[in-house]
Every structure is written in structure tokens, then in C-alpha cells.
């Protein structure tokens, strides 16, 4: 199983950028998924994320800027940002909780993480 993420780049503040996440492999079902970011010298933070297949929640300080949305059977979901200010600055990952087929033809449920995207906004 992997977990492809696309998107992000330079923007302006005030500007709008769109991450996607993809993920492949022999997968049964896609649960959980969420964005996460790091900003240089800071710790890892939550963004924003389904924590089931329906319901979606947004850190305060994403409120009313990101829309997170998903593609069920595409397992693709997206993180569209507008309004975007200097302190979203980060490297965005993506993360899901996947039940998928294991080597040994068995299933299994675990996280998995995308490679990080960077996004950047200049003032």
C-alpha cells in the first residue's frame, strides 16, 4: 500500500493551493484520512481530517479557509486551501488508516503516511 500525495507550491497570502492524496495497492478499505503539517523547528500538527467516511473536522486554525473532501472509490481525498497566510508555511502530509491484503493473504489494518508536499506562502 502507498499513499501518493500531489499539490502544494509557492502562493502569495491570500492566495488558494490544492493538495491531493492517492492511495494504491491492495487495499479493502480506506477508514480514517487526514492532512497534517510541519512547519520548520515546529512539531507536527493536525490539520484536518474525516474521522469517518463522513464526517469531516478542521483544526481552528484552518476553520473556514481548507475544505477537505474524499473520493471513495477513487481512495483519493484533497485538501483544498484558500485565504492562505504565511504561518500555513509548512511541509503537508497526508494519512490514512487502511484495512489492506498482507503478503501473507491476510488482513490487516494500519496507518500509512504520504511522502510530505511543501507549501509555501510569502507575505
Known amino acids: 500500500v502507498q499513499l501518493q500525495a500531489s499539490g502544494g507550491g509557492s502562493v502569495q497570502a491570500g492566495g488558494s493551493l490544492a493538495l491531493s492524496c492517492e492511495a494504491s495497492?491492495?487495499?479493502?478499505?480506506?477508514?480514517?484520512v487526514g492532512w497534517y503539517r510541519q512547519g520548520s523547528g515546529k512539531e507536527r500538527e493536525w490539520v484536518a481530517g474525516?474521522?469517518?467516511?463522513?464526517?469531516?473536522d478542521y483544526a481552528e486554525f484552518v476553520k473556514g479557509r481548507f475544505t477537505i473532501s474524499r473520493d471513495g472509490a477513487k481512495n483519493t481525498w484533497n485538501l483544498q486551501m484558500n485565504s492562505l497566510k504565511p504561518e500555513d508555511t509548512a511541509v503537508y502530509s497526508c494519512?490514512?488508516?487502511?484495512?489492506?491484503?498482507?503478503?501473507?493473504?491476510?488482513?490487516?489494518?494500519?496507518?500509512?503516511w504520504g511522502q510530505g508536499t511543501q507549501v509555501t506562502v510569502s507575505s
Open positions: 494519512k490514512a488508516f487502511i484495512i489492506y491484503m498482507t503478503a501473507g493473504h491476510y488482513m490487516d489494518g494500519k496507518d500509512f
Open positions: 495497492g491492495s487495499i479493502q478499505s480506506v477508514n480514517s
Open positions: 474525516f474521522t469517518d467516511k463522513t464526517r469531516m
